[in-house]
């Protein structure tokens, strides 16, 4: 038996109660059961965690690009 996990983060930058970017962060994992239901929580909240960090690690690296072609293109 095998499991799929997807976390998604949108995103909208508002500026000068304006919106001037929406997107969206999508990770996931496909990963099989174990024997330990308990286990298998555990596991699923590594998993879960891992996705996250790297979704924010994703939207740290976009908002300094939003950041960095704002402060090129003024």
């Known amino acids: 038996l095998s499991y799929s996990i997807k976390v998604l ?3 909208d ?3 000068n109660n ?3 970017n929406t997107t969206s962060f999508e990770k996931g994992i496909n990963y099989n059961s174990l ?3 308990f286990e298998l929580r555990q596991y699923e909240k590594v998993l879960i ?3 996250v960090q790297q979704i924010i690690l994703d939207i740290n690296m976009y908002l300094g690009s939003i950041k960095w072609s ?3 293109l003024n």
């Open 49 to 51: 965690n891992d996705l």
């Open 18 to 20: 304006e919106s001037t």
């Open 9 to 11: 983060v949108n995103i």
């Open 35 to 37: 024997t330990s239901k």
């Open 13 to 15: 930058v508002i500026e």
């Open 70 to 72: 704002s402060k090129v």
